[in-house]
């Protein structure tokens, strides 16, 4: 929107740094841009938590007013699920909390004891956005405690799937373990081994067994316990008949262990110890590597993530929240304005207007009239309403996409270039080995022996299992600095394969604020001011975008102002009746069906209508210009068709944009695109993409808040970086450009080795520095090219 | 030389002490979060009450 010529004074919220469009809210002369900005920073100030400000400028977040209802916590079941403990006098909860972001939130919640004493204690994970609170149970119910974080800004998210607890079983604590003992018998060994290399004195013999067995100790617990994993996984795949790269390394281990073993216990020479401690301890480093977690991110969220924990029952005997899985066919519940409908359902009593666009993906709320069936995940944006229930919570029709067969099997394979490399390497590697023990059976029996050992350790491809790690987890580090959120690093090698593109309109590819406001009709400079004076009292999104477009200082007091949700606003002004809001509202017919139109009526005179469409984000139609170039490009949406010829001029492949496609159609769209042999990319944003984006090759997750709720899914992509898609995709198949050359290069070490090997000429020596040497020339190689690619593609 | 047998192990045990310490911190969940720590550090005490611009 272009500015205006008249000068106008910006106020910020003090609060939450927000324009002030309306400048009514005034406490100890500072200025906020709600009432609930202004009531946190009451509280904080009655409690000399002002500190609260000095950190940051502005460190508050705007409050929504959501009216949500805490009741159901005082269900002692409800509550005890909850807990992490509780005793007599105290109880300690963990909860999440999304709008953790700044070291302001930090120092306030550990200061909450300054609220209300009867808090004992809380402690905050920044990264996790998670707070564990000590409160005394006596003095405060737990009600009382969420209500008071909510007060303040802090409202914890507490829905049906856990979050919190499914975070805190994910940990790595058993993999550092292991690294941390492999490192220190590394360390050790190494020690004991430079006397042998450096060559010892004769009076200095007698310390070699010694030396031997010693190093014979450190390695029993690397190859028992810190390179189990190894020898577990070989078998594994074994059985499935799959040769992948666990199998050599484990032969690599084993062989180097018998090897040392034999050449200790028998005292002809002093074993590879040191190579075999080395070799686990940086296989275990790229493992560590390669897991990277994003502490405030969750791939794997479904439904319950986005339903409540309780609902509220009406019994003859009143209201009353139960947990959601006593919710039973026939029972009767309530929901309140802005609560999600968690089963499917008949409307009973009340006016439902009902917000489905997260579910169908369909941007207008719809209407029900009593007795119809109303399916779960809706939003009721109109004031409470009565259901009955009709399908339990996790047969409805939104659950039901969760029980395809997408689902089933969780784990989309991934074929990744080491599988693919690994199960070549392993039969020339076997072949080489037998080849060379065969051969030199016929000259040296003993060198046949020692040819078949030093091939299988030379080879272990310690270097080859690095150089994906190492990239890959580089690639990630650069995507997440970009704020594009992977799940796991085959998914940046899926990327690279991706030649098919689907997107979901709503959400996906419109920006999450502002709208293209258009007026059909003629507004005189005093109809305008009077619109404005009318919408500046409503909290309504459009009506606020609606004050903002109209950009007019001046206004007029309103009398008998009324707002009907779901419907308009109406107000009179200099005498003059305003009627703002939907055709039913103003009782005409309406013009067009599309969903953000809002008509004006001024006094008895109609004036027109504004039409609100959304945005695009910046820079889409380049966007799709540039990938269109190289990838098949396709368009979804749950909505109507009424935005296609608006579409077309940046999306001109009008045989793949389908509208009004259902959850399921998606899916079975993707489907059907995969049987071409496609590999598609789907990025979505609601759960009416979630079977989608399960079903497809790589399904991301577009969000403008990552706090928000996201659909499970393989990547998550921040509104904010959305225009560096194709850098993304190029940046991937740079990445396994890397992965080739550094393939390349330690096969060039493997050969340099085998040369050496086949002769039965190695030496623990000679094993002791190309094996550290290569893995070195790899992770440096691996991170400076793919840095100097990401500076390429401007993505650093 | 036989004090060789006698340093080794002395430096060897010193190792296990090591990692043994290392154990207890992971245990304590001393590693779980490397974030806040830092940040909590640098909140004074006290600040006055008008705030810093």
């Known amino acids: 929107m272009n ?12 609060h939450c740094g927000n324009d002030c469009d309306t400048e009514q809210y005034h406490y100890e002369d500072k200025n906020f841009c709600c009432v609930g900005c202004q009531s946190v920073y009451k509280i904080l100030s009655e409690n000399q938590l002002c500190n609260y ?42 909860l999440y909390i999304p709008a953790i972001h700044c070291s302001s939130c ?24 998670q707070v564990v609170v000590t409160f005394k149970n006596k003095e405060m119910s737990l009600r009382e405690l969420i209500i008071m974080l909510s007060s303040i800004g802090y409202e914890p998210l507490i829905s049906l799937q856990d979050v919190v607890k499914e975070q805190n079983k994910v940990s790595d604590r058993d993999l550092i373990k292991k690294i941390a003992v492999a490192g220190f018998c590394f360390g050790n060994v190494m020690l004991l081994s430079f006397p042998e290399y450096f060559g010892l004195a004769t009076f200095e013999e007698q310390f070699k067994s010694f030396f031997g067995w010693l190093n014979l100790i450190f390695a029993l617990p690397v190859v028992i316990y810190s390179g189990r994993d190894y020898f577990i996984s070989a078998w594994k795949n074994l059985r499935n008949k799959v040769l992948n790269l666990d199998f050599p390394l484990a032969l690599g281990i084993a062989i180097m262990f018998i090897r040392s073993v034999y050449e200790i216990v028998s005292g002809t020479g002093a074993g590879f110890v040191d190579t075999l401690c080395g070799l686990v301890f940086f296989l275990l480093i790229g493992k560590w590597v390669q897991q990277r977690t994003y502490h405030h991110l969750s791939f794997e969220r479904d439904y319950r993530s986005y339903f409540p924990v309780a609902v509220t029952l009406i019994e003859e005997a009143g209201e009353k929240p139960i947990p959601m899985d006593e919710l039973k066919v026939g029972d009767r519940i309530l929901i309140r304005n802005n609560e999600v409908i968690p089963a499917d359902t008949i409307l009973m009593k009340g006016d439902a207007v009902i917000d ?34 009709i399908k339990p919570v996790s047969q409805s029709y939104l659950t039901s996409l969760w029980n395809n067969e997408a689902f089933e099997n969780k784990k989309k394979k991934i074929d990744t270039f080491s599988d693919t490399v690994s199960r070549y390497f392993s039969v020339v590697l076997l072949i080489i080995a037998f080849g060379s023990a065969g051969y030199w059976m016929f000259f040296d029996t003993a060198r046949a022996w020692q040819s078949f050992t030093a091939v299988l350790i030379i080879a272990c491809p310690c270097a080859l299992a690095l150089s994906s790690p190492f990239t890959l987890s580089a690639v990630l580090s650069i995507f997440d600095k970009n704020k594009f959120y992977l799940k796991n690093t085959a998914v940046v090698e899926q990327l690279a394969r991706i030649n098919t593109l689907v ?24 109809d305008q001011c009077l619109i404005s004076s009318v919408a500046r009292n409503s909290g309504h999104p459009l009506s606020r975008e609606l004050v903002k477009w109209i950009k007019i200082s001046e206004y007029f007091p309103v009398s008998e102002y009324q707002e009907i949700p779901g419907k308009g606003i109406q107000g009179m002004v200099r005498n003059k009746l305003v009627k703002i809001g ?48 190289k990838l098949n490009m396709h368009l979804l949406s749950g909505d109507q068709d009424s935005e296609k010829e608006f579409l077309i001029p940046s999306f001109p492949w009008v045989e793949n944009m389908h509208f009004r496609q259902s959850p399921q159609d ?3 769209y993707i489907q059907n695109l995969q049987k071409d042999n496609k590999k598609v990319m789907m990025l979505g944003d ?14 991301i997750a577009v969000t403008d808040n990552i706090n928000n709720f996201s659909p499970g899914c393989d990547a998550i992509l921040d509104g904010a970086g959305f225009e560096k898609l194709p850098q993304f995709i190029h940046q991937a198949k740079d990445a396994v450009k890397v992965i080739h050359m550094s393939f390349g290069i330690s096969l060039t070490y493997n050969v340099v080795g085998l040369y050496f090997a086949v002769q039965g000429l190695l030496s623990p020596l000679f094993a002791a520095i190309l094996m550290p040497l290569s893995t070195v020339t790899i992770i440096s190689f691996t991170s400076i090219a793919t840095h100097l690619y990401a500076r390429k593609n401007k993505l650093i | 030389m036989n004090i060789l047998y006698f340093l080794i192990g002395c430096s060897v045990l010193l190792a296990l002490i090591f990692l043994m310490a290392f154990f207890w911190a992971m245990k304590n969940g001393q590693n779980d979060d490397t974030y806040t720590p830092g940040v909590r550090i640098l909140f004074d005490d006290d600040i006055p009450e008008n705030p810093k611009k």
């Open chain 1, 106 to 129: 930090l120092w306030l919640l550990e200061h909450l004891y300054k609220i209300n004493n009867s808090i004992v204690n809380s402690r905050i994970d920044f990264l996790k956005k």
């Open chain 1, 3 to 14: 500015t205006q010529d008249e000068p106008k004074v910006l106020t910020l919220c003090y």
């Open chain 1, 666 to 668: 998606k899916l079975d």
């Open chain 1, 582 to 629: 939907s055709a039913s509202f103003l009782n005409i017919q309406s013009v067009n069906k599309d969903t953000g139109t809002v008509y004006i009526q001024i006094g008895d005179h109609y004036a027109g209508y504004f039409s609100f469409r959304q945005k695009w984000r910046n820079g889409l139609k380049e966007l799709f210009a540039k990938l269109g170039n």
């Open chain 1, 53 to 94: 400000y000095a950190y940051n400028d502005t460190p508050g977040k705007t409050q929504n007013e959501t009216a949500s209802h805490y009741d159901y916590l005082d269900e002692p079941k409800i509550a005890a699920s909850l807990l992490d403990y509780s005793d007599d006098s105290i109880s300690i909860i963990t």
């Open chain 1, 356 to 389: 489905f666009s997260f579910v169908t993906g369909e941007s207008a709320p719809v209407q029900k009239v009593l007795g119809e069936v109303v399916y779960a995940g809706g939003r009721q944006i109109n004031q409470a309403i009565e259901l009955e229930v």
């Open chain 1, 503 to 526: 997107f979901d309109k709503t959400g996906t590819i419109t920006a999450p604020e502002g709208f293209r406001i258009s007026f059909e009709g003629d507004l005189s400079y005093e």
């Open chain 1, 686 to 699: 609601g759960l009416n993409d979630a079977g989608a984006l399960k079903q497809s090759d790589l399904g």
